[in-house]
């Protein structure tokens, strides 16, 4: 086999286990937001059962990058992968009967597991794109753009996938056929990963894992900022209200709301993956210089930060839930998604821009920890701005947070790119 047949071989299996596990991320996260909000948790609480997620993601993305330099991206791909099974079979043990504390806490604990197995599954998977795609036409910006927005798309049919599971085989046997599934994939992955990936080497040292780039360190700002406007409002604060409002209160309008709940949750993901995967070419990619698209990011920030601002308006004009306002909400949130799925291409892209072969998975593993800080702040402010001040106070800390990533994106320099292999 070719050297060029072998990496596009590995980059496919990469991407398919990448695939599997995201399947079960989205749905998972509908099945306990939707699961626990039908219990009577407020949305403080449901912010709780995420938070522990996105602390492990920070932890994980910091050591996973040292992990992976010392002992190979298999290894830490395979890991995530039979972790994420481990938490959905614990996670099937939970007892309706408990006391809230106990359930929130036991959920917390299975959660941050999932945040490990999902942060090095992602480490792992974008560091393999480095070191696989080709270095010429824009091939480096095309693949990444490619596993990142497929990823996201089949993350959106996971949220419906959740959505529908809970609604026909309840929350347990949800959980339990999500596990067979990831398990029966991780086997199938185990069985036919070619070589190519790096094996690891024994004189990676901790501290390398923070960067001396101030490129990537400026990216990472701008994307705990991007991230924490997106599910400042998209972990609780917009699914709560959608249900609220389409929600009737018997046992087969609740079937109903999740199904369309989670409907627009898939669907909203699904257009970011979309758009996502077809960035370098919105962009020009093959034909612009790297430095053009590193002064491109602050633009589309920029862009992407009036689209909450506007909602907000909207959002203070009308207290009570009306129709048309809901109709905005919809339209409104699309488009920022499509505007969001550019911006996160152009950061996914920049990251492996700015490194180097050699400390890739420190780089990146750095730069995700930004990333699940950011889920992490948001995740945190989409219940409190939730509860304290409705969809105003929600979307308009989106809009604030986007604003910040603009002026971090602002600071990066063009002249400073790693776009080669060495």
């Known amino acids: 086999m070719s050297q060029r047949s072998e990496g596009l071989s590995a980059y496919i299996a990469v991407t398919a286990s990448y695939w599997a596990f995201m399947l079960t991320d989205g749905a998972l996260r509908m099945l306990v937001l939707l699961h626990f909000h039908t219990l009577g948790f407020t949305p403080v609480q449901l912010a709780y059962l995420f938070v522990l997620y996105e602390i492990a993601g920070m932890v994980t993305n910091l050591s996973a990058g040292w992990i992976a330099a010392r002992f190979g991206l298999t290894s830490t791909l395979y890991a995530g992968l039979v972790l994420q099974v481990v938490a959905l079979l614990t996670l099937a043990q ?3 009967g408990w006391a809230v504390g106990l359930s929130v806490a036991f959920v917390m604990v299975v959660q941050g597991a999932s945040g490990v197995a999902k942060d090095l599954a992602k480490m792992s998977s974008k560091s393999a794109v480095k070191i696989l795609a080709p270095t010429n036409a824009g091939g480096l910006f095309r693949w990444v753009a490619l596993l990142t927005g497929s990823k996201n798309a089949v993350k959106g049919l996971g949220f419906l996938l959740g959505a529908a599971l809970l609604a026909t085989l309840g929350f347990a046997w949800a959980v339990l056929s999500m596990a067979a599934v990831l398990a029966v994939i991780l086997v199938a992955v185990l069985i036919a990963m070619p070589p190519g990936l790096p094996k690891g080497r024994k004189g990676a040292k901790f501290s390398e894992v923070f960067s001396k780039s101030t490129n990537v360190n400026w990216l990472s700002a701008a994307r705990v900022f991007l991230f924490g406007a997106r599910d400042v409002w998209f972990v609780v604060g917009i699914p709560i209200y959608f249900y609220a409002v389409l929600s009737d209160g018997s046992e087969e309008g609740n079937r109903a709301a999740f ?14 993956g979309i758009v996502q995967a077809t960035a370098p070419r919105l962009l020009r990619a093959a034909t612009r210089p790297e430095g053009e698209l590193v002064t491109t990011a602050r633009g589309w920030a920029w862009a992407l930060a009036a689209i909450p601002a506007a909602l907000t308006a909207a959002a203070l004009t009308s ?3 009306q129709p048309w306002l809901t109709v905005t909400l919809i339209a409104g949130l699309l488009v920022f998604g499509a505007v969001f799925a550019v911006n ?12 180097k072969t050699k400390r890739v998975t420190m780089d990146v593993g750095f730069y995700y920890m930004a990333n699940a800080g950011g889920r992490l702040l948001g995740t945190v402010l989409s219940g409190l701005t939730y509860q304290v001040g409705g969809l105003g106070l929600m979307l308009g800390t989106a809009a604030a947070m986007v604003a910040l990533s603009a002026l971090a994106s602002g600071r990066l320099d063009p002249e400073h790119t790693q776009v080669t292999t060495q």
């Open 344 to 355: 996160s291409a152009l950061h996914s892209y920049l990251i492996l821009a700015f490194t």
């Open 94 to 96: 939970l007892d309706p």
């Open 319 to 321: 207290p009570e839930p």
């Open 259 to 272: 199904f369309m709940v989670g409907a627009f949750m898939a669907m909203w993901v699904i257009l970011y």
